[in-house]
T-cell receptor, first 112, second 115 residues
Framework: LAKTTQPISMDSYEGQEVNITCSHNNIATNDYITWYQQFPSQGPRFIIQGYKTKVTNEVASLFIPADRKSSTLSLPRVSLSDTAVYYCLVGGPNTGGFKTIFGAGTRLFVKA | NAGVTQTPKFQVLKTGQSMTLQCAQDMNHNSMYWYRQDPGMGLRLIYYSASEGTTDKGEVPNGYNVSRLNKREFSLRLESAAPSQTSVYFC??????????????FGSGTQLSVL
C-alpha cells in the first residue's frame, strides 16, 4: 500500500481557494487517489477520486501531475462549513485492493 | 435510502463483557468494512469483507471478530471488551469496479465506552 503524507493542519479564510497536497511517492501503476472529508461526530464522506491529470466535480478539483507522486485537492471559495478533516487515500486492485487505509488527515480550519 | 445503518449508536460496557455491533447497507454493495476512530485520530481498519462469504484482517484486528451474515449485513463482535477498545466505530460499504474501491459510504457510527 502506498504511504501518504499530508500536512497536519491548515488555516484559511472564507472565500479563499484552499489547496491540500498529498505525497505518495510509492504509488503503484494501478492505484487511484481518493479524498474524503470528515466532520466531527460523523463518518467520512467521499469527495473525489482520480487517476491522472485533473478531475473536477461540483465540490472540488483533484490535480495529479504526470509522475503521480503527489496530488492536490482544491476547494474553491471555502466557507466556514468546509472546516473538517480531509483524508487522502491511495490504493488499487494490485496493492491491497479492498484494504482501504486512512492516514491522519489534514485538519482544515476556515475562519471568518 | 437509508444507506449504511449501524446499531446501537451508543453503548457502555464493563471490562470483560461482550457485544455485537450491527451494520446493514441497502446499496447492494459487495464490500463492507469496520473502522475504529479514537479521539483526535484518523480511522483504523479493523476488518473488511470484499464480498459475501469472505472476511479479512485490517490494521487492528486483535480483540475483534466479524461475520458477513449476507450481502447486506456485516457485524463486529467484541468477545471480552477492554478499556483500550473505547472508541467510535464506523461501518462502511463500497462499490467495487475492476478491483478498485470506488468510494466508501459510512454509517453514523457507534460510540463505545468500556469501563
Amino acid at each position: 500500500l502506498a504511504k501518504t503524507t499530508q500536512p497536519i493542519s491548515m488555516d484559511s479564510y472564507e472565500g479563499q481557494e484552499v489547496n491540500i497536497t498529498c505525497s505518495h511517492n510509492n504509488i503503484a501503476t494501478n492505484d487511484y487517489i481518493t479524498w474524503y472529508q470528515q466532520f466531527p461526530s460523523q463518518g467520512p464522506r467521499f469527495i473525489i477520486q482520480g487517476y491522472k491529470t485533473k478531475v473536477t466535480n461540483e465540490v472540488a478539483s483533484l490535480f495529479i501531475p504526470a509522475d503521480r507522486k503527489s496530488s492536490t485537492l482544491s476547494l474553491p471559495r471555502v466557507s466556514l462549513s468546509d472546516t473538517a478533516v480531509y483524508y487522502c487515500l491511495v490504493g488499487g486492485p494490485n496493492t491491497g485492493g479492498f484494504k482501504t487505509i486512512f492516514g491522519a488527515g489534514t485538519r482544515l480550519f476556515v475562519k471568518a | 435510502n437509508a444507506g449504511v445503518t449501524q446499531t446501537p449508536k451508543f453503548q457502555v460496557l464493563k471490562t470483560g463483557q461482550s457485544m455485537t455491533l450491527q451494520c446493514a447497507q441497502d446499496m447492494n454493495h459487495n464490500s463492507m468494512y469496520w473502522y475504529r476512530q479514537d479521539p483526535g485520530m484518523g480511522l483504523r481498519l479493523i476488518y473488511y469483507s470484499a464480498s459475501e462469504g469472505t472476511t479479512d484482517k485490517g490494521e487492528v484486528p486483535n480483540g475483534y471478530n466479524v461475520s458477513r451474515l449476507n450481502k447486506r449485513e456485516f457485524s463486529l463482535r467484541l468477545e471480552s471488551a477492554a478499556p483500550s477498545q473505547t472508541s467510535v466505530y464506523f461501518c462502511a460499504s463500497s462499490e467495487v469496479v475492476g478491483g478498485r474501491v470506488k468510494n466508501l459510504f459510512f454509517g453514523s457510527g457507534t460510540q463505545l465506552s468500556v469501563l
